[in-house]
């Protein structure tokens, strides 16, 4: 093995990654060292680079990059469930001070990995982690979907959107989810049924598709006004809001007098904190089963990127006009 690789490092706030040689990075107990593959990116990474970030705890220089897919080369002491040649994916670095997929060799903890679906390539199960993560602790860990509920996901057709329809409907929801008149198809490809929420009103869609009882959970991917409507289109008692973007100021008014509930999604804590880091292993291990079940695909774009095309992914991200999730190829 030798002794160092390449990395992108973020030197100041706002700048180009740097191509620069660091040091090999060598596996202690409980972790593994992973020939990375592929990064994938996602807007929470920009706002890093930015400097928007500061619930991330980011010290620079650093390596970014949370989401990773790449293949077990080393393990560490205590580690049992992967062995060399393991392809694994998962959410592992790049906040807190742990360097990130950026680069071409990561040392991760064991806990937060897991083995990838045997046929999604690299570049897809990169894509997958973070999102997956998110839709998982809100639509299972907070909101406990059962088969037979109505379930609304605000923002259907976006990276966390789109994975939390496909899972909502494993679960045997009846599902729908918001969008634009653009995203219909792509919407409805995934088992929802969709909301154009520019030609329809909350009061309308609420009477339309639960005859004004309103909906048992909905998930909140947008934050803001959206949010506020997710308040009033909740369903009386039982209903349950989650969002991943409750960051602003709200009125729980409407939400009170529905007697609902509301829960927020903050996926760093394990990363951050050291603890319930397993618990993101064995999400990703039930993103396995199910992209192995046939019953989850991700959305990577057309867009091609690599170690010296970085910051362009990053600036494409950031103004918007990208299509799918975006990928930066690591290996080869």
Same mark, same amino acid.
């Given at each position: ?11 100041? /706030?706002?700048?180009? *990654?740097?191509?620069?040689?660091? $040091?090999?990075?060598?596996? $202690? ?30 010290? %620079?220089? #650093? ?7 790449? /293949? ?20 592992? @670095?790049?906040?807190? !001070?742990?360097?990130? =997929? ?5 040392? *991760? ?11 999604? /390539? ?5 894509? %997958? ?19 037979? +509920? ?13 994975? #939390?329809? +496909? ?33 329809? =009103? ?12 309103? *909906? ?39 939400? =009170?007098?529905? #007697? ?5 999604? *903050?996926? %760093?804590?394990?990363?951050?904190? @050291? ?5 993101? @292993? ?26 010296? =095309? ?9 103004? @918007? /006009? ?9 290996? !080869?």
């Amino acid at each position: 093995m030798k002794n160092t690789m390449q990395a992108l490092v973020l030197e100041k /706030t706002g700048s180009p *990654f740097v191509l620069r040689e660091v $040091a090999m990075p060598v596996a $202690a107990a409980g972790e593994v060292l992973v020939r990375i593959a592929a990064s994938g990116i996602n807007p929470l990474d920009t706002k890093i680079r930015a400097g928007q970030a500061a619930h991330a705890n980011t010290s %620079l220089p #650093a390596i970014l990059g949370m989401d990773l897919a790449g /293949t077990v080369v080393a393990v560490g002491a205590d580690v049992k469930t992967f062995r060399v040649g393991d392809d694994v994916y998962g959410m592992a @670095g790049g906040i807190g !001070g742990v360097p990130g =997929s950026l680069a071409e060799f990561g040392v *991760f903890d064991a806990d937060l990995l897991a083995l990838k679906p045997e046929h999604f /390539t690299m570049r897809e199960a990169a894509a %997958l982690p973070l999102i997956f993560i998110t839709a998982w602790e809100g639509l299972v860990d907070r909101a406990n979907v059962q088969a037979g +509920q109505k379930v609304l996901i605000h923002g259907g057709a976006g990276g966390v959107g789109h994975v #939390a329809i +496909q899972l909502a409907v494993a679960l045997g929801a009846e599902v729908y989810a918001t969008g634009s008149s653009a995203q219909k198809d792509m919407i409805q490809s995934l088992g929802a049924t969709a909301i154009d929420y520019r030609s329809e =009103s909350v009061e309308e869609y609420v009477s339309r598709y639960t005859d004004g009882v309103g *909906f048992d959970v909905i998930y909140d991917t947008v934050g803001g006004a959206t949010l506020d409507a997710s308040f009033a289109a909740i369903r009386k008692y039982k209903g349950h809001v989650v969002s991943c973007l409750g960051w602003g100021t709200h009125s729980l008014a409407p939400l =009170s007098f529905r #007697a609902a509930t509301y829960s927020g999604v *903050f996926t %760093l804590l394990p990363l951050l904190t @050291g603890r319930e880091r397993i618990h993101h @292993g064995d999400i990703m291990s039930e993103a396995t089963k199910l992209a192995e079940q046939g019953k989850l695909r991700v959305n990577v774009g057309p867009q091609r990127y690599t170690f010296s =095309s970085a910051t362009d992914a990053h600036v494409a991200l950031e103004g @918007g /006009t990208t299509r799918g999730k975006l990928v930066i190829d690591i290996a !080869g």
